[in-house]
């Protein structure tokens, strides 16, 4: 069945570091793999789309890598603030499944000032 | 500009009672509509999704209903709630235009079913 894996624990790092998020997916061919960011008891936010023959999208302090051969999505906060403290979720959408997006269950990052 | 609503913002329901949640979004004609549900430090599962009026398609099996009597608005129902389906709603909508399609997501409402 197809999976998508984010890590779980929190990941918390020092104010101006670069906080690295991971995606992993099984059993899928994705055509687009979107990043949202979530803040508690709100709806989750789209921030970057990046396409499978796509290596990376940047965004202001924002970048994504995609792998397809290794199944995986790196997302990069450059110089992270507080206020970036969230949890970021992957989705995934493929070519046989219009409409539809396959979300990881996200992973929580913590910034300390 | 697109907005998108969901209330009510919190709902505390007994087990057995009936449900209804409401989504509408302004601004966009045709949009794509879809229901999610969240569980504590769980990702997002979808629910229900439609790609026009009175057209629903059902991911999950459970005794949840969604129906859309307009073209933007979104409706999310249950005859009798079980403890189960506490959780936190969202509602989304995206651009009916195929792939590529970035969701917007709603405030949600978090359900209780004691």
């Known amino acids: 069945s197809q999976k998508i894996e984010q890590n779980s624990e929190a990941l918390n790092i020092q104010e101006g570091k670069t906080a690295t998020l991971t995606c992993n997916y099984t059993n899928y061919s994705p055509a687009y793999l979107q990043w949202y960011r979530q803040d508690p008891g709100r709806g989750p936010v789209f921030l970057l789309l990046i396409r499978e023959n796509e290596k990376e999208k940047r965004k202001e302090r924002l970048k994504v890598t995609f792998d397809t051969t290794l199944k995986q999505s790196l997302f990069h906060i450059t110089a992270s603030q507080p206020a970036d403290s969230a949890t970021y979720l992957c989705a995934l959408e493929g070519w046989s499944s219009s409409y539809k997006l396959i979300f990881g269950s996200g992973t929580r990052l913590l910034v300390r000032p | 500009s697109q907005t998108i609503h969901q209330w009510p913002a919190t709902l505390v329901q007994p087990v057995g009672s009936p449900l209804s949640l409401e989504c509408t979004v302004e601004?966009?004609?045709?949009?794509?509509l879809y229901w999610y549900r969240q569980a504590a430090g769980r990702g997002l599962q979808l629910l229900f999704y439609s790609v026009g009026i009175g057209q629903i398609s059902s991911e999950v099996p459970q005794n949840l209903s969604a129906s859309r009597p307009q073209d933007r608005q979104f409706i999310l129902s249950s005859k009798k709630l079980l403890l189960s389906d506490s959780g936190f709603y969202l509602c989304a909508w995206s651009v009916a235009s195929g792939l590529q399609e970035t969701q917007y997501f709603g405030p949600g409402t978090r359900l209780l079913v004691l």
């Open positions: 601004g966009t004609s045709n949009p794509n």
